[in-house]
Structure formats: C-alpha cells, structure tokens
C-alpha cells in the first residue's frame, strides 16, 4: 500500500516568513496530493490539491509543487500569519473514490 | 454551503459497549469514507462506500462494522469497545467521478472508559 512521509514534524517561523512542508510517497500509482489544516480539535480542512498532470499550484498564499520522478511533493505558504497556525497534513491516494494516505503531520507555529 | 454532518459530536461509552456512529454526507456527494484519528495522530483509514457498496477497506477492526443507506448517510457501528478505540472518528465525503476531493465533518470524540 502507499506510504507517506511527511517533514519537518514542527516548524516555527516568524511571522511574515515563509514555511514549506515536504512529503514523499512510495506508490507510483497515485496521482492525487491534497493538503489539509486541523486546528487542534476539528476537522482537517482542505486548502489546496495538486494532480499529477501538473507541477505546481498557488492559490494566494500557498502553493504546491509535485515532482512525480522523484516522488516527492512541497507545501509553500509565504507571508505567514498567525492564523496559520495548525498542523498540515499531506495526502497521497489514487484518484477516483480512493481512500487518502496521510503523512504524519506538521505542527506550523508562526510567531508574531 | 452545506457541509458534512456528523452525530453524535461526543459520546463516553465503557468497555465492552457498543457505538453507532452517524454521517450525513455533502449533498449530491455519493462516497462516504470514515477515518479514525488518535490523539497527536493522522487520520487513518476505516472504510469507504459508494452507491450504498462497500467500496475500499482499510484497518478497520472486526469488531467494526458500517453501511450505507439509500438516501447516502452512513453509519459506523462499534462493538465490544476497547479503551484504544478512544479517538476522533471523521466521516468525509466526495462526489464520484474525476475529482477526489474529500471534505470532512466535524468528526464524533469517542471516550471510552
């Protein structure tokens, strides 16, 4: 099955900075890459998905970029703010009604 | 826009009880996955379904079961619960065809004593 590694596990920055995630994933087959928030409690929220048609992706402050050769895909989120403070998780699953592989986590601290 | 509805949102079972858990999924959305979180933990996989048929399985436990009816809720039933079931459980939906996108409801804490 997939596997999804996912760093660094915490990661403060100031705020204004920028902060990047990166994953890896092990099954050649997948082609869908979302990216979730969770504040402590709630629900993951979605803020942004790539496919394998495609390299990158920006929505505003954050973007995606994927490199299928080498497996791997980034989480990019400039000019941070406090309120982006959460922890992200990176996902990998083949599309169509497939179950999603989560990375462990990346607890975000942007201080002010 | 409506969104995932999940009940109960807490629930204190003892061991060796059973739980049922409800999800009612985006409208329009036929696939309904459930996933279970630990504490500091990412969302692990249970089971998803599509059009009422079991439709990918995960590390759902035999103790676990789950269906989905004609009007597209879902429910996850529990039995002979175990302390280490204590979790978040979400249900996320998804519209089938070329999208994938999972939107995820508020999630059920489970507490078991």
């Known amino acids: 099955g997939e596997n999804v590694e996912q760093h660094p596990s915490t990661l403060s920055v100031q705020e204004g900075d920028s902060a990047v995630i990166k994953c890896t994933y092990s099954d050649s087959a997948s082609n869908y890459f979302p990216w979730y928030k969770q504040e402590l409690g709630k629900r993951p929220q979605l803020i942004i998905d790539i496919r394998s048609n495609v390299g990158e992706k920006k929505d505003q402050r954050i973007a995606v970029t994927l490199n299928k050769t080498a497996k791997h895909f980034s989480l990019h989120i400039t000019e941070t703010q406090p309120e982006d403070s959460a922890v992200y998780f990176c996902?990998?699953?083949?599309?169509?009604?497939?179950?999603?592989?989560f990375g462990s986590g990346t607890r975000l601290q942007v201080q002010p | 826009a409506a969104g995932v509805i999940q009940s109960p949102r807490h629930l204190i079972k003892e061991k060796r009880e059973t739980a049922t858990l409800k999800c009612y999924p985006i409208?329009?959305?036929?696939?309904v996955y459930w996933y279970q979180q630990g504490p500091g933990q990412d969302p692990q996989f249970l089971i998803s379904?599509?059009?009422?048929?079991?439709?990918d399985k995960g590390s759902i436990p035999d103790r676990f079961s789950a269906q989905q009816f004609s009007d597209y809720h879902s429910e996850l039933n529990m039995s002979s619960l175990e302390l280490g079931d204590s979790a978040l459980y979400f249900c996320?939906?998804?519209?089938?065809?070329?999208?994938?996108?999972?939107?995820f409801g508020p999630g059920t804490r489970l507490t078991v004593t």
């Open positions: 996320a939906s998804s519209l089938a065809g070329s999208t994938s996108e999972q939107y």
């Open positions: 409208p329009r959305h036929d696939t």
């Open positions: 996902a990998a699953s083949r599309t169509g009604r497939r179950a999603l592989t």
């Open positions: 379904f599509y059009e009422k048929m079991q439709s």
